[in-house]
């Protein structure tokens, strides 16, 4: 436990998990309780309403399961598929390939569409895809809507417009991981069949919770689909959904108040505040990154992420030392790069309960450790070039007014 | 939220989620952290050394899952198993018969050995089977060591000489959810090939850690399992071991230090302490239950459970009132009684942190409940029993001679 | 830090400090934040408000001293009278001793009215001495509510009917510590001046605040009084009032949030009801004492006290085994004998958040303790008083309703 | 409460009170304890022996007041003085002032010698007057180390060697509430009789402490000081101290294993290191200050203070609206500037626990203030002078390397 006494704060900028509001610590700063109660099954019944609000459908059912984001996507094949389906996936980065990796292991037969690293889902591919498959053997897309390796944020309702305009019935599976509470998100508008995130990222949660919501369409597919399941199984949620009492099994009761006390913090800000703090912090750290001379690993403007940052350096830089050097001297968490990228690329997480000056206080680390690990970074540079547009952009706290 | 505030303590008597300590809710009240710092893999190895002795094994591998008590039966049962493999497992309550639900689920050819509820699992029809059994088309014996149901605890050291005695090479899968650190289990004496345990029983956590362990022997049958699975599967876990980074996805950062105040605490009171402190306050409950003329409804004392006692109400009376009433008035929580005993038993949890006085005020707690629902209890009676015996057995508190 | 560890839960049963609530503990799980941002007036003019209720007075004016109940008392006397002021003060255990001390040390001339430890002030003496004193030398009555040495609650009602009686213009000074928020009290109805308490007795708040409430009479007598005082000096607090800053120095932000939670659970329960329950509480104690033979250190009914009971041990045992007893073996915390009553008595704090189960266990604990030092109780005799008469009495929950 | 909202963590740069490191707020996470018991004293003990280190005494007695800094004040003064005494004291701030206020009122005859706000402590002046006091009526010397208004660090050094030179018996009473555990403090070197410090400060605690430590020669003094004292009485913390039980009223529990925690954390970082990131932090701040075109209110680099910088706006600007617009708009709280230089100063508090990234945000945000309320600040300039020097100076994390 050493380790975790540096003096001060530790500037958490992995792109999850990520910091904890102290509003939500002290919801969980909490004894267990008698789950079959009739307190539990009456904050769950609210939880799963407002839930529904952060995926923004009105019509979609929501799972809080008692596992991680990998959880969550197992969750999301296994109710709405059989072993041997055709599915599409995008492999983008590593979140995707592990997602990938994870759908043929439960045997469905994966038709990978890749780009390089830094690039977004080749949707041109996909409405060949589309196009060709008039028998409809594509039973779902799988695509994540923000890659979190990489910080690309993939477009959606473009997704969305190729298969109605092929008038496709494939289910169109998302993660939502790095961009749920965070990014732009429209579950119905979409037509998202399954969108599933983790507690530990925007909602700004422990870890623990894999936050799952199926559509109308994705509840009719689980009543066929042959995916061996049990943990995972949705029909044992809507069991007890119908009984009143909500849970198969038992739930962490911190992880619910601690859910509670989120989705009020988020409520109060307003989701479309958060999400434009999020645009607010992502935009600002690109300027930093384009002041301090460095290149963004997401080829195009169009697929910039507003949750994580991933950061070029220099080929004579190993970025792993990057990473280790903030932690061991700054008390800063930055992301390493993951499989293609590692030793090239560093990522800035910036999601979740955050704001401005915390950033600004990360990209000053930055700069120091540039420098430490030998680029000849301009101190101040990319601080100035955010801070330039932070000031112009951010609005006063409302409850401050 | 309203709910929860009555005046005073809530008295938390239900077999689990059970009383967590201060001292680990203080441990858990932290910020997240990046899992991918030095800090996390170093905590991990340690508690991973250290979670084994609850098991009391070595030569066991265990897996600190995030999932519940579901998620470590699932783990148990499709890293060792392959669909169409015969296994015998026993019915003796509604936790047993969870498990069985799963393994057919999971497409096991489940041979169901049933008892009355109030019995232990019928050994004498298990040695018949393993006799029979010349081929060893049984390739595992499901076992619940504590069906918390009924409140029966399992004798498995006579499982583990029937198989010995036949030399048959069945697995041995022990479902130890509320026996493990409470009740003697000895992983390696009994050849239990997996055990599982989930945080919010004995070790006094919040849900969210099935905690599972592996023999070499049931880690040599992972290697050819057939059972489909991505989540609960142990060699992405042996992977990462071997990395020496732990973890394949983002463990939750306060359950891990949450984990290592609830050993701190069992080690500093000693495990075999630990253990003769439920058969204090097991040995207590039964006790009172004696005094109020009421049965146990486990039916032969060598089937009395430590951690939990289900007692029988006369059939005038709905056990759910009694449930109820306790916690609408006294802020008592109960168990219910569950599908075939359900409004003829109500539970009394006495597993985890607790104490003699804990227990007593729940007694008396008891007492109340059964005249309020019409009982004709005699006041202080079943808190005289207890106390007769607590009063000669209970040592004093080491660390206050 | 070893000594905490005893398994279970601190039964803690001293008169104060008490056991704090997890809402309360959770709203104090915070960081500091400065006191002169908007956030902490607005805190304030709420809290100090929300006081005055506690102290069921509108025409008073309280303040949140950063100090003890000792502090509290200097507070009271240093602000409303001048060094040589004769006052009459109550010696009836140990802390009106510590009071008069205080009184004393401060250069007042105290008039000490003593009644032997167990009974309540001697009204009658002060009603000669009011009726004597025509020209109004006694410029004030010391008077604690309820002696917590001893669980005399004295009747301030007839106080300030005497003092009517004689038109007697002193200041009426009231240690309301262990009995404001539990106990009947009225400032304006029974024209208290200043009356005062602790944040760590009834409010069931950690040590900090000594609250302190003053009557338009007592500010009038402020103004002339010329005791030395500035850190105790309410004339700063006003001026900060004025200002609307409210603080003239640092407050403890933990414990104004704690505060606002315990006000808030307070006033949920009702007051009324929580006055309630500390009678019940009571009475059901000293039934159970009167039920092991005990006597009670209360010398008659009309000053039995529903916070505090001293119990009287039989000449050959000493009442300082108990204490160490109950704390060593059961985790029971309960309160010494001071003074002329150490080694006699020992001391059941029933105050603060505390309910039915919570006593009764302390109760079967206390009848375990008795034993272990040689008295022969009989097991559960005290249980089954307190219990027969709470089964009658305690209300449904009104939450849960 | 809804001004606490904001997205994301406060900035909390107030010269106290200060962060609060996560891991304090654990230990302080707990219920009352009966302070009676075994385990408060044990605690305590230990406690009184290691915060002498905090003031590098080995001959000094400790007391742990449940007070602010103003009762330390009073604290100190009550003790060792008598109305009437002729005392030093320096006039140089709002602190400073506000202690000369106390004297007055609590009767001292008080020699102030004034200075101009951003200067020292004028010490020629002292040396005059000692020089001057053949016959000793100089009973003691009042000075604050670290005056928090102006950012001014007096020479304790050299008033001991006036002192000294001229053999002057007078007592050295010291405020160290914002130096202590952050500045270069050295009670027995220095010969500092009565030096006190305030828990929310250096200490990184909540207010509620007053911690106040004597030299045997200020012991020695309190045996015959007059001042009129109870609460504030260092007698009666010695009689429990001979007691062993130590505490003559209820003590805060949550502050004490709250001061252990902060305790374990200066000594794991070391005193001197914790100095030296003050240091650092201080230069850093008064760099970019310098980079901003501004001036720092104190006067000369002798006194410049590494706990807290005072910034002079330009007269165009008023300093109010920098600290009501930092906190309204980026979550940043800095210090007002009082009295004399109210609407002149701003304050930048940067003291505790804290690091560089953390100032460096603050910085940042700092440099967008000023450009909200017109200053033509360059975006990245302070930040640059800052990590210009950080990344030069500032150690690896000791635990981490």
């Not at 092929?166 to 069949?193: K, N, T």
């Not at 925007?202 to 559509?215: E, F």
């Not at 690109?286 to 507003?306: H, I, P, Y």
């Not at 280790?324 to 800035?348: D, H, T």
Request: glycine residues 8%.
């Amino acid at each position: 436990m050493d380790y975790v006494n540096g003096p001060g704060r530790n500037h958490l900028f992995v792109p999850g998990p990520v910091n904890i509001p102290e509003q939500v610590l002290r919801a969980m700063n909490r004894n267990n309780e008698d789950y079959r109660s009739p307190a539990v099954p009456a904050l769950t019944k609210v939880l799963l309403e407002d839930v529904k609000k952060i995926f923004k459908t009105t019509s979609g059912t929501p799972f809080l399961i008692p596992t991680t984001g990998t959880g969550a996507w197992e969750s999301a094949l296994t109710n709405t598929l059989s072993p041997g389906d055709r599915i599409v996936s995008f492999l983008i980065g590593q979140f995707s390939l592990l997602w990938i990796d994870q759908q043929k292991r439960l045997n469905f037969d994966v038709d990978v569409v890749e780009s390089d690293w830094g690039q977004g889902a080749d949707l041109e591919a996909l409405a060949s895809k589309i196009a060709a498959d008039k028998s409809h053997t594509i039973k779902a897309i799988c695509i994540v809507h923000n890659e979190t390796a990489t910080g690309v944020t993939n477009n959606l309702a473009t997704v969305r417009k190729i298969l109605d305009h092929y008038q496709h019935p494939a289910l169109l599976l998302v993660d939502g991981v790095s961009s749920i509470c965070a990014l732009d998100f429209r579950m119905d508008e979409w037509g998202v069949d399954v969108a599933l995130t983790g507690s530990q990222k925007a909602l700004s949660l422990p870890t623990g919770l894999g936050i799952v919501c199926a559509s109308p369409k994705a509840l009719e597919a689980a009543k066929t689909a042959k995916s061996v399941r049990v943990f995972f199984d949705w029909s044992d949620y809507l069991k007890f959904y119908k009984m009143g009492t909500y849970w198969p099994y038992t739930p962490s009761i911190q992880l619910l108040y601690g859910l509670r006390a989120a989705l009020d913090l988020l409520f109060e800000e307003g989701l479309e505040n958060v999400i434009a703090r999020h645009a607010r912090l992502g935009k600002a750290t690109r300027l930093a990154v384009e002041a301090w001379g460095l290149k963004n690993c997401t080829q195009k403007e169009e697929w910039f992420s507003d949750t994580v940052t991933a950061v070029v350096v220099p080929p004579y830089i190993d970025s792993v030392e990057i990473v280790k050097r903030a932690w061991k001297r700054y008390n800063l968490s930055l992301g390493l790069g993951l499989n293609k990228v590692a030793g090239k690329v560093f990522r800035i997480g910036h999601l979740g309960n955050l704001n401005e000056l915390q950033l600004l206080g990360c990209l000053a680390g930055v700069e120091m450790v540039l420098k430490d690990v030998g680029y000849p970074v301009k101190f101040g540079s990319g601080v100035a070039a955010a801070s330039t547009f932070l000031q112009n952009s951010t609005p006063l706290i409302p409850s401050r007014i």
